[in-house]
């Protein structure tokens, strides 16, 4: 068997660690020119689910080193108001289990973790044109640089905007939120260290403010200082992996905090989305005037490069297809807005699950279409439960009644009523943070 990936992010990547760990050959065809390309060292959570499928599929020593570039994990999940007033604060569990915990991570850390080991497989600068099918069973894909590659299954791994899902699924839509975002970061240094409340500094922090606004803070330790040394008290056997990892030397990630701030659509001046730099980190400052000058001084030392506009997408549900020797993962097939955090873990779910599938079909326990076929039905309904999950939360929807004028006012009260009384009431406390952990980590 063989399988060509498209797309060289989260999911295709894992997937591709499965799949030779299982003996099955892939190549990987990535649009980015090089591996440093492409991504901004932003925060990702990598719940139960994700470190379950992380753990399946990456070889044992990678999966170690992927612990050890994480960053300090959050231990508070905060609700603030925009003046840094804290609404709640929940104390989360240690992450001491390496997959039945949460774990926070730089994208293009975690990007260079996926590609070390995979140089041979990996092709860079490949933009996707078009596939066929051939009478025997096989399917060629094509390149913009005239190259083609055939396997016996092509999986779209390309995301959002996938070239593979618009020949594959032409009538799959993806749509608009009515969002957008502005998110930024600024170097960790002893200024910010010292403002910001200790429960803050160490924990996750959902931003409720007024106007129709609404922001999330997190704040970034890594296992290595600003040149890219193993601190000291990380441990022997992390301060190894981090100094002999080679994908240290792609990645430029280094302690930071991460501010973001969304609202409707229509907040945001109409060229919002061509707008870069510091340009959008006045208009952030502008949008966010009455918050705390702590906050407000997050965007202010913010490197101009890593700020830019995000308007938040989500995919309409598909109905199950003919199943053939195309497929899909991650966002390709169920974009989802931030609202719920998992869309990289529902990705590394599918990748999981792919690699079972196939795995099972390179044995010889079922024809190849049958293990696609299974992979499908099992994929698509939790992907776009997560998707109509991730639309109704935290405001990722332009249609949340927090945007609207008056509704907004009580909306933003029972928010925080809700929040502020599940927080201080102990049983209250402890559904909540059941929930949580049930819905991360199915």
């Known amino acids: 068997m063989r399988v060509v990936v498209i797309g060289a992010g989260t999911g295709g990547m894992c997937l591709a660690h499965g799949l030779r760990r299982a003996g099955i050959e892939v190549a990987v065809y990535e649009r980015d020119r090089t591996r440093a390309d492409g991504l901004h060292g932003y925060r990702v959570g990598i719940d139960p689910t994700g470190n379950r499928a992380l753990h399946a599929c990456l070889p044992p020593e990678l999966f170690a080193t992927y612990l050890a570039t994480c960053a ?18 929940f104390p989360l569990r240690p992450d001491t289990d390496p997959v039945r915990s949460e774990r926070s991570v730089s994208r293009m850390t975690l990007r260079q973790v996926l590609l070390t080991g995979l140089d041979e497989v990996v092709r860079f600068d490949k933009t996707f044109t078009h596939y066929e099918r051939h ?28 070239a593979v899902r618009r020949q594959h699924l032409p009538a799959a839509r993806i749509r608009d939120t009515g969002v957008v975002s502005i998110t930024a970061k600024a170097p960790l240094g002893p200024e910010l260290r010292d403002a ?10 959902l931003i409720f403010a007024g106007r129709g606004l609404m922001g999330i803070l997190h704040v970034m330790e890594f296992g290595w200082d600003e040149r890219g040394t193993p601190k000291a008290g990380i441990g022997t056997a992390d301060a190894d992996l981090i100094a002999r990892w080679p994908g240290l030397l792609y990645d430029n990630t280094r302690d ?3 501010l973001a701030v969304w609202s409707a659509a229509e907040r945001f ?18 949008l966010t005037r009455d918050w705390h000058p702590t906050l407000r001084g997050i965007f202010a030392a913010s490197d101009p490069a890593s700020c830019f506009p995000v308007s938040l997408a989500t995919s309409e549900p598909v109905r199950p297809w003919p199943t053939s020797t195309v497929t899909l993962l991650g966002d390709a097939i169920h974009t989802m807005t931030p609202g719920q955090g998992v869309g990289a873990n529902t990705a590394l779910r599918d990748a999981a699950l792919l690699t079972r599938q196939l795995s099972a079909a390179a044995a010889g326990e079922k024809p190849l279409l049958r293990a696609v076929a299974d992979y499908e039905a099992e994929m698509i309904p939790y992907g776009f439960a997560r ?12 249609d949340d009644p927090l945007y609207r004028p008056v509704a907004g006012r009580f909306a933003l009260a029972g928010a925080r009523t809700y929040f502020g ?22």
């Not at 399917?139 to 083609?148: I, K, L, P, Q």
């Not at 910001?196 to 922090?205: D, I, R």
Request: hydrophobic residues 35%; charged residues 25%; aromatic residues 8%.
């Open 269 to 286: 001046p109409a060229d919002v989305r061509q707008r870069r730099g510091a340009e959008l980190l006045d208009l952030a400052g502008e």
């Open 196 to 205: 910001l409340p200790a429960e803050v500094f160490q924990g996750l922090s």
């Open 256 to 258: 930071y905090v991460n």
């Open 135 to 162: 009478p025997d069973g096989t399917v060629t894909a094509h390149f913009a640089d005239g190259t083609s590659d055939t396997g016996d299954l092509l999986v779209a791994a390309d995301g959002t905007r996938s």
């Open 387 to 398: 998707v109509a999950d991730s639309l109704h939360n935290n405001g990722t929807s332009g």
């Open 421 to 442: 009384l599940s927080s201080r009431v102990p049983p209250l406390r402890r559904r909540f943070l059941a929930n949580l952990y049930d819905y991360r980590g199915a």
């Open 72 to 89: 300090r994990a959050p231990r508070y999940f905060n609700v603030l108001t925009g003046r840094m007033r804290r609404t709640a604060t």
